[in-house]
């Protein structure tokens, strides 16, 4: 079964809506480590729009499963990441004028920027994936520049309108998963993914890992943190390929 990363990043917003001290992304790591979460994921930005320096150095000191820092190839972001020394860095593309993140990290045209970006990671000890649209380049020049693992954009899959859409985009997952597979990454998929779209997706063979915040996150709303991360949880069991 794919592992599952939950991205504490909203609950974040939430607070920043009114610039107080809560709800706690901190906290909500620890909720969702108590719910079953493998991973925590958060993005600290150049603009620090949500997660703040003091989430990212608490995250560090309490979280107890894998944490995965998403970044720009930013300077200052690289030697923030080198400090704290997260479990993985998720390169990411950044815009100031963008709601999240939205399509992947261009790794062939920003080869020149990101190869620096990856050693620094890398020479620190940490393992280095890269957000990226599920095309076959992108995924060579990944395992190119060294990258441990990718994390393919299912945005195309999540946003897309009727049956021929959703199958052009699952094949194109299943063919960046085949190729990234075939060049020892590790392949993850994130953006887009709710309870009600997440099992075609988990029901790929070559999936290690989910990384979903927005969907968890609006669940917790209602439920609590815990329980939305114990409900999808069980979707990614329930809909998971058999182990071969």
Known sequence: MALLGVNIDHVATVRQARRTDEPDPVWAAVEAELGGADGITFHLREDRRHINDRDARLLRETVAVKLNMEMAIADEIVEIAVRLVPDQCTLVPERREELTTEGGLDVVRLRAR??????????AGIVVS?????????VRASAELGLDAVELWTGKFA???????????????????EIGRGLSLEVHGGHG?????IAAVARLPGFGEFNIGHSIV??????GMREAVREMKRLLESHSPPEI
Do not use: K
């Open 114 to 123: 990101i190869a620096p970006a990856v050693a620094r990671l890398r020479e």
């Open 130 to 138: 890269a957000f990226i649209e599920p095309q076959p380049d992108q």
């Open 159 to 177: 946003h897309a309108q009727g049956p021929t859409e959703r199958a052009a985009a699952i094949s194109e997952l299943v063919d960046a998963i």
């Open 193 to 197: 993914l709710t309870y009600r779209n």
């Open 218 to 223: 609006s669940r917790a709303t209602f439920i």
